[in-house]
């Protein structure tokens, strides 16, 4: 399916890896110009080369910036003074018991998951909506809604992008700009695969084993009983930056793999 994507400019923030490599890299093949976000200058380049090696047509640039950083995040907009799509990917995890979640851990989520994104977005809304054309992609979690109670000070960022998904929504009213959250389950980026084989350090297993008996014992309310592919995700949110779904409005789009045992 062509998603009519041809020629957009999409900024992916931490799209050296994980989920925000995947979303890159669908983009990509829908013929968008990708920005590639990271800390690290060489990694950025690594993505932007196999990007443009994939997809020849388009024209992936580096886009390096720590974007917690507010001097980095200005030097970031004058590079790129305006995007067609924007997917505020980025974001940190961590297990935490909540007695050692600290008022400056609590600051950095904060920072980090919710005023970075909501600094990018701000910027770049006011250009989409005077283009008349836009997308805004917040990347959440389905612990936004359902809260395992292991990452406190995580989940509670990923309940406020969903608040501030529909705040934003709801000022492109009547325009073809749209604000949206994807809400991920379990996936399998290269961080999660660590963790797991450093669960499971018996060589005769395969990771698919170690995948099934991980699920079997940590996430059994999950209904897909293995991690949610980068791609996935990735196919997912190029559909939503298309425009093919601008009825998705402030919405939040699950792909949890069944982990809320809710409809809604
Ligand atoms: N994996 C899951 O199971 C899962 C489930 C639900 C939701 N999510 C959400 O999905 C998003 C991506 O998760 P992931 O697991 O794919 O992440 P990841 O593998 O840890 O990748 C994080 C990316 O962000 C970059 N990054 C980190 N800090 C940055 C900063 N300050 N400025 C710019 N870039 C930065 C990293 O590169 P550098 O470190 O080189 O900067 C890397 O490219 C997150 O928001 C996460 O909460 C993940």
């Not at 110009?33 to 990007?51: A, K, P, W």
């Not at 980068?230 to 779904?245: M, W």
């Amino acid at each position: 399916m062509d998603m009519g994507l041809n020629n957009k400019t999409a900024l992916i923030t931490g799209s050296t890896k994980g989920i925000g490599k995947a979303i890159a890299i669908e983009l990509a093949k829908e013929g968008v110009n990708v920005l590639i976000n990271g800390r690290n200058y060489d990694e950025v380049e690594q993505t932007v080369n196999e990007i443009k090696s994939k997809f020849p047509t388009t024209s992936p640039q580096n886009a390096t910036a720590d974007i917690v950083d507010k001097e980095q995040r200005k030097a970031l907009f004058e590079k790129y003074p305006e995007v067609d799509i924007l997917v505020n990917n980025m974001g940190i995890y961590e297990i935490m018991q909540y007695e050692d979640v600290d008022d400056e851990v609590w600051e950095k989520y904060f920072r980090t998951n919710v005023l970075a994104a909501n600094g990018l977005a701000k910027f770049y809304l006011s250009k989409m909506l005077k283009n008349d054309y836009g997308r805004i992609v917040f990347i959440a979690s389905e612990e936004a809604i359902m809260p395992s109670g292991q990452m406190p000070q995580y989940c509670m960022t990923k309940s406020m992008l969903l608040s501030l998904s529909k705040s934003l929504s709801k000022l492109t009213r009547d325009t073809e700009v749209t604000v949206n959250t994807i809400m991920p389950g379990p996936t399998l980026s290269e961080k999660v695969h660590q963790i797991i084989e450093g669960i499971y350090t018996n060589e005769n297993m395969t990771f698919s084993e170690k995948e099934k008996q991980f699920m079997a014992a940590n996430l059994p309310q999950s209904e897909i009983q293995r991690f949610i592919r980068p791609i996935e995700i990735g196919r997912l949110a190029a559909f939503v930056c298309s425009p093919y779904a601008s009825a998705f409005k402030g919405s939040p789009i699950r792909m949890d793999g069944g982990m809320v045992p809710t409809i809604f």
